[in-house]
C-alpha cells in the first residue's frame, strides 16, 4: 500500500508566476489536509478537503491560494502570482474517517 | 492562549538518559491526541497516539490527563536515533476532523 504520495518534490518558481502541487492520498482514504511549514516554524493548518468538497479552508490565505478534491484524480494547492514569502515546505497528508493523519514527503518551493 | 503549547527546547540529553515531554491545550472537549516526529526537512511521521488509560510502545511511554489538559511523552534510554522534532497534535471537537500542531520540541541525544 503505497504512501501519501507528493509531486513535485522540489519547485522553483519565479514571482508572479502559478505553482501547483499535486497530492495523492493513501488507499482508502477520503480525507486530504495540507499544511505549510516556513524555516524553522512549525506546521501551519492551511486546508481540509473531503472528494469534491472543502471542509475547513480556515488556514487558507483569503488571495492566491485554492485548494481542490476532484473525484477523480490528485487533491490539487493552487498559489497563483507566488512571492517570495510562499517559499516553503507544504505537506499533504490524508486520513480515514475518524483516523491518523498520514503525511506525504512534501513539496519544497523555491521563489526566486 | 494558544490552542495547542509546548516547549521548543532545545532538550539537549546524553545517550541513555529519559527525558519528558509535556504539551497542553485549550479546548476542554477535544477527544484525540498524537505525538508524532519530525526530522529535519522531513514530514512529520505519528509516533503513537494517546489514549485515557495512557499506553507504552516500547521505550515510549505517552500519557493523558484530562483534568489538567496535558498531554506527555516520556522517552526511556535514549538513542542517538531519537534527536527530532517532537509534535503534540490534538483534534478538537467542532473542526471536523482538523488536526492542530503544536509547535514541537526539539530534542537533541549527545553521544
Known amino acids: 500500500n503505497a504512501g501519501v504520495m507528493q509531486n513535485p518534490r522540489h519547485l522553483v518558481r519565479r514571482r508572479g508566476q502559478e505553482a501547483r502541487l499535486r497530492c495523492s492520498p493513501m488507499?482508502?482514504?477520503?480525507?486530504v489536509y495540507w499544511y505549510r511549514q516556513l524555516p524553522e516554524e512549525g506546521l501551519k493548518f492551511m486546508v481540509y478537503?473531503?472528494?469534491?468538497?472543502?471542509?475547513?479552508e480556515s488556514g487558507m490565505p483569503k488571495e492566491r491560494f485554492s485548494a481542490e478534491f476532484p473525484k477523480e484524480g490528485p487533491s490539487i494547492l493552487r498559489i497563483q502570482q507566488v512571492v517570495r514569502g510562499d517559499s516553503a515546505a507544504y505537506f499533504c497528508?490524508?486520513?480515514?474517517?475518524?483516523?491518523?493523519?498520514?503525511f506525504g514527503p512534501g513539496t519544497r518551493l523555491t521563489v526566486l | 492562549r494558544k490552542e495547542v503549547e509546548q516547549d521548543p527546547g532545545p532538550f539537549n540529553v546524553p545517550e541513555g538518559a529519559t527525558v519528558a515531554f509535556n504539551c497542553t491545550y485549550s479546548?476542554?472537549?477535544?477527544?484525540?491526541f498524537f505525538w508524532y516526529r519530525q526530522d529535519c526537512r522531513k514530514e512529520p511521521k505519528l509516533l503513537m497516539s494517546?489514549?485515557?488509560s495512557g499506553n507504552e510502545d516500547g521505550r515510549f511511554t505517552a500519557q493523558l490527563n484530562r483534568a489538567s489538559q496535558y498531554i506527555s511523552l516520556l522517552i526511556r534510554d535514549s538513542k542517538l536515533s531519537d534527536s527530532a522534532t517532537y509534535l503534540c497534535?490534538?483534534?478538537?471537537?467542532?473542526?471536523?476532523?482538523?488536526?492542530?500542531f503544536g509547535p514541537g520540541t526539539r530534542l537533541s541525544v549527545l553521544p
Open positions: 497534535v490534538v483534534n478538537p471537537l467542532g473542526y471536523g476532523q482538523n488536526f492542530v
Open positions: 497528508a490524508s486520513s480515514p474517517p475518524g483516523g491518523e493523519q498520514f
Open positions: 478537503l473531503q472528494k469534491e468538497n472543502i471542509i475547513d
Open positions: 494517546v489514549y485515557s
Open positions: 479546548n476542554s472537549a477535544s477527544q484525540s
Open positions: 488507499k482508502g482514504h477520503s480525507h
